[in-house]
């Protein structure tokens, strides 16, 4: 994903355009912003404090502010813990994850992983700085890192569509550290959950939020990936009932698009 900075927050700059405002049409968990006021879950105790810790209103230290789409990403993270942000390029993914891992690190005193291509980590730290978060470590896909087991640790994806193969070790190693017991958020960064249009792609993602239907993967095949038999067995890369899926989904997915 090209970028000039995610962190362009007051004007956002894409391609030589600069945009203004915020655009006008996002989805995230149950539809659309207004019908996220109503139908969210109140927050916990524990959810208040990071919220706070993540002093939303305040301008970040190089003197930004968020946008509301991004201060609405930031709780939902801090609320929920592990989500798909399917922001569209440009529209802040990296700056949303980085407040609220800030917040753990503020409240909690959690490391903070982030795992991306070997082209983006210089970007990732020179971003993590002027978010302020202080115990960043920026690894690749290829080297992902080893936590201690005694240390809270938020984790964020970049690129979260890399691990779309059950097939590959690295979305066995990435499923593995998701799941570790330290590990106290997961941020899926991705601008294309479901990349190809193949539902069989977004589940290895499925898997790693905790969402119910990645419990049992030969039923999430035969419903959303309509398989087919071939000369090499059962062929799921094909796509069924793909509007069931996003309703389904969308209590993971934090999607906005421009």
Request: glycine share 6%; charged share 20%.
């Amino acid at each position: 994903e090209a970028r000039s900075s995610s962190l362009s927050l007051e004007c956002v700059e894409t391609n030589g355009c600069r945009l203004r405002e915020e655009p006008e049409c996002w989805t995230t968990r149950r539809g659309a912003a207004e019908q996220l006021s109503n139908t969210k879950p109140a927050p916990s105790g524990d959810s208040l404090q990071l919220i706070d810790a993540a002093q939303l209103d305040e301008a970040l230290p190089n003197g930004w502010q968020l946008f509301n789409h991004q201060k609405e990403g930031v709780r939902q993270l801090l609320m929920h813990r592990r989500l798909i942000v399917a922001f569209d390029m440009g529209l802040g993914k990296t700056v949303t994850a980085l407040v609220a891992a800030r917040a753990f690190e503020r409240v909690r005193g959690a490391l903070v992983y982030v795992v991306c291509p070997a082209s983006m980590q210089c970007t990732w730290r020179r971003e993590g700085a002027e978010v302020g978060v202080s115990s960043l470590t920026v690894c690749t896909w290829g080297s992902l890192p080893k936590p201690k087991s005694s240390r809270p640790f938020v984790l964020i994806f970049d690129e979260a569509h890399y691990m779309q193969s059950f097939a590959s070790k690295r979305t066995r190693a990435a499923l593995d550290l998701a799941k570790h017991p330290q590990c106290q958020m997961l941020a899926l960064l991705t601008g294309t959950p479901m990349k190809n249009g193949r539902p069989i792609n977004l589940l290895p993602l499925l898997v790693a939020v905790g969402h119910p239907l990645a419990r049992d993967r030969a039923s999430f095949e035969a419903k959303f990936c309509a398989p087919r038999m071939t000369p090499f067995g059962v062929n799921v890369q094909g796509a069924a009932h793909l509007n069931e899926l996003r309703v389904q989904t969308a209590e993971v997915v934090l999607r906005r698009t421009k």
